[in-house]
Protein backbone atom coordinates (compact mmCIF):
# COMPACT_ATOMS: atom_id res chain seq x y z
CA UNK A 1 0.00 0.00 0.00
CA UNK A 2 2.79 2.34 0.86
CA UNK A 3 4.24 3.91 -2.27
CA UNK A 4 8.00 5.72 -2.10
CA UNK A 5 8.87 8.23 -4.64
CA UNK A 6 11.03 7.28 -7.85
CA UNK A 7 14.10 9.55 -5.66
CA UNK A 8 14.49 7.83 -2.43
CA UNK A 9 15.81 9.92 0.67
CA UNK A 10 18.50 7.37 2.51
CA UNK A 11 20.14 7.38 -1.35
CA UNK A 12 20.64 11.01 -1.72
CA UNK A 13 21.54 12.34 1.78
CA UNK A 14 23.82 9.04 1.53
CA UNK A 15 25.60 10.82 -1.53
CA UNK A 16 25.46 14.32 -0.49
CA UNK A 17 27.44 13.38 2.81
CA UNK A 18 29.87 11.35 0.05
CA UNK A 19 30.31 14.00 -1.89
CA UNK A 20 30.85 16.68 1.38
CA UNK A 21 33.48 14.66 2.20
CA UNK A 22 35.29 15.14 -1.04
CA UNK A 23 35.19 11.08 -1.82
CA UNK A 24 34.73 9.58 -5.17
CA UNK A 25 32.87 6.66 -5.59
CA UNK A 26 35.71 4.67 -6.35
CA UNK A 27 37.76 5.54 -3.11
CA UNK A 28 34.97 4.84 -1.01
CA UNK A 29 34.11 1.34 -2.74
CA UNK A 30 38.06 0.88 -2.62
CA UNK A 31 37.80 2.17 1.44
CA UNK A 32 35.09 -0.40 2.11
CA UNK A 33 35.56 -3.72 -0.02
CA UNK A 34 32.45 -2.70 -1.74
CA UNK A 35 32.50 -2.57 -5.48
CA UNK A 36 31.57 0.97 -7.04
CA UNK A 37 28.21 -0.26 -8.61
CA UNK A 38 27.06 -1.40 -5.40
CA UNK A 39 28.19 2.44 -3.87
CA UNK A 40 25.83 3.40 -7.03
CA UNK A 41 23.03 1.22 -5.99
CA UNK A 42 23.03 2.15 -2.53
CA UNK A 43 23.03 5.90 -3.64
CA UNK A 44 19.77 5.17 -5.47
CA UNK A 45 18.44 3.77 -2.53
CA UNK A 46 18.88 -0.19 -4.03
CA UNK A 47 21.32 -2.62 -1.71
CA UNK A 48 21.28 -4.89 1.15
CA UNK A 49 21.74 -2.90 4.67
CA UNK A 50 25.04 -5.10 5.29
CA UNK A 51 26.41 -3.25 2.62
CA UNK A 52 24.82 0.32 3.37
CA UNK A 53 26.22 -0.07 6.78
CA UNK A 54 30.34 -0.50 5.60
CA UNK A 55 29.68 3.08 4.15
CA UNK A 56 27.76 4.33 6.64
CA UNK A 57 31.15 3.81 9.32
CA UNK A 58 33.33 4.16 6.44
CA UNK A 59 31.94 7.83 6.63
CA UNK A 60 31.19 8.22 9.88
CA UNK A 61 27.48 8.69 9.72
CA UNK A 62 24.48 7.36 11.55
CA UNK A 63 20.67 7.03 11.51
CA UNK A 64 19.13 10.03 13.66
CA UNK A 65 15.58 10.07 13.63
CA UNK A 66 13.36 13.40 15.68
CA UNK A 67 10.76 10.19 16.61
CA UNK A 68 13.00 7.40 16.45
CA UNK A 69 13.25 5.69 20.05
CA UNK A 70 16.24 4.22 22.11
CA UNK A 71 17.43 1.35 21.71
CA UNK A 72 21.08 -1.18 20.81
CA UNK A 73 19.84 -1.21 17.23
CA UNK A 74 18.36 0.25 14.43
CA UNK A 75 16.17 -2.95 14.43
CA UNK A 76 15.12 -2.27 18.26
CA UNK A 77 14.49 1.09 17.76
CA UNK A 78 12.26 0.30 14.78
CA UNK A 79 10.65 -1.93 17.13
CA UNK A 80 10.33 0.02 19.79
CA UNK A 81 8.74 3.05 17.11
CA UNK A 82 6.45 0.18 15.77
CA UNK A 83 4.98 -0.84 18.91
CA UNK A 84 4.68 2.86 20.21
CA UNK A 85 2.35 3.01 16.94
CA UNK A 86 0.07 0.05 18.15
CA UNK A 87 1.43 -1.86 15.12
CA UNK A 88 1.72 -5.72 15.06
CA UNK A 89 4.61 -6.87 12.31
CA UNK A 90 2.04 -8.05 10.02
CA UNK A 91 0.16 -4.30 10.13
CA UNK A 92 3.29 -2.99 9.31
CA UNK A 93 4.23 -5.93 6.72
CA UNK A 94 0.80 -5.48 4.98
CA UNK A 95 1.37 -1.49 4.80
CA UNK A 96 4.48 -1.87 3.37
CA UNK A 97 3.52 -4.84 1.13
CA UNK A 98 6.09 -7.02 2.38
CA UNK A 99 6.01 -10.49 4.36
CA UNK A 100 6.19 -11.01 8.21
CA UNK A 101 9.44 -12.48 7.56
CA UNK A 102 11.23 -9.77 6.33
CA UNK A 103 10.01 -6.96 9.31
CA UNK A 104 11.27 -9.91 11.79
CA UNK A 105 14.44 -9.64 9.79
CA UNK A 106 14.68 -6.32 9.77
CA UNK A 107 13.69 -5.69 13.34
CA UNK A 108 15.75 -8.92 15.24
CA UNK A 109 19.04 -8.99 13.01
CA UNK A 110 19.58 -5.71 10.90
CA UNK A 111 18.68 -7.67 8.07
CA UNK A 112 17.43 -6.98 4.72
CA UNK A 113 17.00 -4.58 1.88
CA UNK A 114 17.63 -0.71 2.32
CA UNK A 115 14.59 -0.20 0.18
CA UNK A 116 12.51 -1.80 3.06
CA UNK A 117 14.36 -0.05 5.65
CA UNK A 118 13.24 3.51 4.14
CA UNK A 119 9.35 2.06 3.62
CA UNK A 120 9.41 1.00 7.29
CA UNK A 121 10.58 4.69 8.71
CA UNK A 122 8.22 6.74 6.52
CA UNK A 123 5.43 4.23 7.38
CA UNK A 124 5.98 4.75 11.13
CA UNK A 125 7.15 8.56 10.83
CA UNK A 126 10.41 8.08 12.16
CA UNK A 127 11.45 11.65 10.80
CA UNK A 128 15.02 10.23 10.10
CA UNK A 129 17.94 11.92 8.92
CA UNK A 130 21.91 10.96 7.68
CA UNK A 131 24.39 13.01 9.98
CA UNK A 132 28.32 12.85 11.12
CA UNK A 133 28.41 10.26 14.18
CA UNK A 134 28.23 11.57 17.92
CA UNK A 135 26.96 15.09 16.48
CA UNK A 136 23.67 16.26 17.70
CA UNK A 137 21.09 16.65 14.82
CA UNK A 138 18.63 19.61 15.18
CA UNK A 139 14.99 18.62 13.96
CA UNK A 140 13.00 20.94 12.87
CA UNK A 141 9.46 21.25 15.01
CA UNK A 142 6.61 23.02 13.76
CA UNK A 143 3.60 24.05 15.50
CA UNK A 144 1.76 23.22 12.62
CA UNK A 145 -0.78 20.47 15.44
CA UNK A 146 -0.29 23.61 17.76
CA UNK A 147 -4.16 24.02 17.46
CA UNK A 148 -5.25 20.58 17.56
CA UNK A 149 -8.17 19.56 20.31
CA UNK A 150 -10.21 16.72 21.08
CA UNK A 151 -13.12 19.34 20.90
CA UNK A 152 -12.33 19.83 16.85
CA UNK A 153 -12.69 15.71 16.37
CA UNK A 154 -14.44 14.77 13.18
CA UNK A 155 -17.61 13.53 13.90
CA UNK A 156 -18.73 10.12 13.85
CA UNK A 157 -21.48 9.95 11.22
CA UNK A 158 -19.20 11.25 8.82
CA UNK A 159 -16.21 8.78 9.36
CA UNK A 160 -18.73 6.22 9.34
CA UNK A 161 -19.64 7.42 5.49
CA UNK A 162 -16.08 7.47 4.92
CA UNK A 163 -15.56 4.32 6.19
CA UNK A 164 -17.82 2.24 3.38
CA UNK A 165 -15.83 3.87 0.59
CA UNK A 166 -12.24 3.66 2.24
CA UNK A 167 -12.26 1.18 4.37
CA UNK A 168 -9.13 1.70 6.86
CA UNK A 169 -7.55 4.51 6.10
CA UNK A 170 -3.56 4.03 6.17
CA UNK A 171 -2.09 7.36 7.81
CA UNK A 172 -3.88 10.19 10.10
CA UNK A 173 -1.57 12.38 10.48
CA UNK A 174 -2.98 14.68 12.51
CA UNK A 175 -4.72 12.74 15.88
CA UNK A 176 -5.22 14.47 18.93
CA UNK A 177 -3.93 11.23 20.51
CA UNK A 178 -1.89 7.92 19.92
CA UNK A 179 -4.85 5.27 20.76
CA UNK A 180 -8.98 5.47 20.60
CA UNK A 181 -9.26 7.86 18.33
CA UNK A 182 -11.91 7.81 16.22
CA UNK A 183 -10.23 7.82 12.84
CA UNK A 184 -9.81 4.14 11.97
CA UNK A 185 -6.26 3.99 10.47
CA UNK A 186 -3.03 1.67 10.74
CA UNK A 187 -1.21 4.41 11.72
CA UNK A 188 -1.68 7.84 13.51
CA UNK A 189 0.59 11.05 14.03
CA UNK A 190 0.02 13.00 17.13
CA UNK A 191 1.15 16.49 18.06
CA UNK A 192 4.48 15.17 19.29
CA UNK A 193 5.57 13.71 15.63
CA UNK A 194 4.83 17.12 13.83
CA UNK A 195 2.92 15.16 10.81
CA UNK A 196 2.85 18.40 8.92
CA UNK A 197 6.90 17.92 8.31
CA UNK A 198 6.51 13.78 8.07
CA UNK A 199 6.33 12.08 4.37
CA UNK A 200 2.90 10.53 4.35
CA UNK A 201 1.80 7.14 2.62
CA UNK A 202 -1.05 5.37 1.36
CA UNK A 203 -4.62 6.52 1.82
CA UNK A 204 -4.98 9.95 4.43
CA UNK A 205 -7.08 11.00 6.00
CA UNK A 206 -6.48 14.88 8.04
CA UNK A 207 -8.86 16.90 10.35
CA UNK A 208 -6.57 20.11 10.31
CA UNK A 209 -6.16 22.41 12.91
CA UNK A 210 -8.02 25.35 11.27
CA UNK A 211 -5.75 27.76 12.78
CA UNK A 212 -2.85 29.79 11.19
CA UNK A 213 -1.26 26.17 10.03
CA UNK A 214 -4.16 25.54 8.06
CA UNK A 215 -3.01 26.70 4.73
CA UNK A 216 -0.10 24.39 4.88
CA UNK A 217 -2.24 21.49 5.98
CA UNK A 218 -4.12 22.16 2.58
CA UNK A 219 -0.59 22.47 0.91
CA UNK A 220 0.88 19.57 2.38
CA UNK A 221 -2.01 17.36 1.46
CA UNK A 222 -1.81 18.30 -2.65
CA UNK A 223 2.14 17.57 -2.54
CA UNK A 224 2.14 14.32 -0.95
CA UNK A 225 -0.40 13.35 -3.68
CA UNK A 226 1.28 15.20 -6.81
CA UNK A 227 4.79 13.84 -5.30
CA UNK A 228 3.50 10.05 -5.40
CA UNK A 229 4.12 9.77 -1.53
CA UNK A 230 0.08 9.21 -0.73
CA UNK A 231 -1.81 7.15 -2.60
CA UNK A 232 -5.22 9.40 -1.86
CA UNK A 233 -5.42 12.16 0.79
CA UNK A 234 -9.37 13.10 2.09
CA UNK A 235 -9.05 16.75 4.15
CA UNK A 236 -11.73 17.75 6.21
CA UNK A 237 -11.73 21.31 6.07
CA UNK A 238 -13.71 24.54 6.22
CA UNK A 239 -15.25 25.52 2.95
CA UNK A 240 -13.92 28.78 2.33
CA UNK A 241 -13.14 28.47 -1.41
CA UNK A 242 -12.81 32.35 -1.21
CA UNK A 243 -9.00 31.83 0.52
CA UNK A 244 -5.67 31.91 -1.29
CA UNK A 245 -4.63 28.43 -0.11
CA UNK A 246 -8.38 27.27 -2.18
CA UNK A 247 -7.33 28.70 -5.28
CA UNK A 248 -3.84 27.74 -4.83
CA UNK A 249 -3.98 24.04 -3.73
CA UNK A 250 -8.08 22.44 -3.56
CA UNK A 251 -9.87 24.23 -7.04
CA UNK A 252 -9.41 22.36 -9.69
CA UNK A 253 -6.80 19.93 -8.16
CA UNK A 254 -8.68 18.27 -6.09
CA UNK A 255 -12.84 17.18 -6.07
CA UNK A 256 -14.75 18.79 -3.12
CA UNK A 257 -17.76 17.87 -1.39
CA UNK A 258 -19.92 20.67 -0.17
CA UNK A 259 -21.05 19.38 3.15
CA UNK A 260 -24.99 20.48 4.30
CA UNK A 261 -25.44 22.12 7.40
CA UNK A 262 -23.12 22.24 9.96
CA UNK A 263 -20.78 19.60 11.49
CA UNK A 264 -20.78 19.20 15.26
CA UNK A 265 -17.71 18.68 16.10
CA UNK A 266 -15.85 16.29 19.27
CA UNK A 267 -18.66 15.73 21.88
CA UNK A 268 -20.12 19.57 20.83
CA UNK A 269 -23.82 20.41 21.35
CA UNK A 270 -23.55 23.29 19.44
CA UNK A 271 -22.48 23.29 15.50
CA UNK A 272 -19.45 24.88 13.80
CA UNK A 273 -19.73 28.66 12.92
CA UNK A 274 -18.79 27.81 9.19
CA UNK A 275 -19.61 25.57 6.66
CA UNK A 276 -16.63 22.43 6.01
CA UNK A 277 -16.36 20.62 2.76
CA UNK A 278 -14.02 17.17 2.26
CA UNK A 279 -11.21 17.71 -0.39
CA UNK A 280 -9.81 14.90 -1.99
CA UNK A 281 -6.98 14.66 -3.60
CA UNK A 282 -6.00 11.18 -5.84
CA UNK A 283 -9.89 9.97 -6.03
CA UNK A 284 -10.55 8.18 -9.25
CA UNK A 285 -13.49 7.73 -10.92
CA UNK A 286 -14.48 4.54 -9.06
CA UNK A 287 -14.27 6.76 -5.61
CA UNK A 288 -15.93 9.73 -6.38
CA UNK A 289 -18.81 6.98 -7.75
CA UNK A 290 -19.07 5.63 -4.58
CA UNK A 291 -18.74 8.96 -2.65
CA UNK A 292 -21.51 10.36 -4.60
CA UNK A 293 -23.93 7.28 -3.26
CA UNK A 294 -22.81 7.51 0.40
CA UNK A 295 -22.60 11.41 0.71
CA UNK A 296 -26.40 12.02 -0.75
CA UNK A 297 -27.04 15.12 0.96
CA UNK A 298 -23.66 16.68 -0.20
CA UNK A 299 -22.78 18.90 -3.21
CA UNK A 300 -19.62 17.92 -5.16
CA UNK A 301 -17.24 20.46 -7.32
CA UNK A 302 -14.58 19.06 -9.42
Given at each position: ??????????????????????????????????????????????????????????????????????????????????????????????????????????????????????????????????????????????????????????????????????????????????????????????????????????????????????????????????????????????????????????????????????????????????????????????????LDATLVAAWRAG
Open positions: MLKLPLHSVLGSDLRKHRKTTRITQAELAAGTGLSVPTIRLLEAGGGNLDSWQKVLDHLHLELTGRNLPAGSTLGERLANLRRHRGMSQRDLAVLITVSQPTIVALERRNRGRLATLECVLVALGAGTQLGRRGESRGFFTGAGNSSMSQAWETPCELLEALATVFGRFDLDPCAPRKTRTRVKARCHFTAEDDGLTLPWHGTVFVNPPYGRSLAAWVAKARREVEAGRAKAVVALLPARPDTAYWHAHVAGRAAVYFLRGRLRFGDGKQSAPFPSALAIWGAGPGILEA
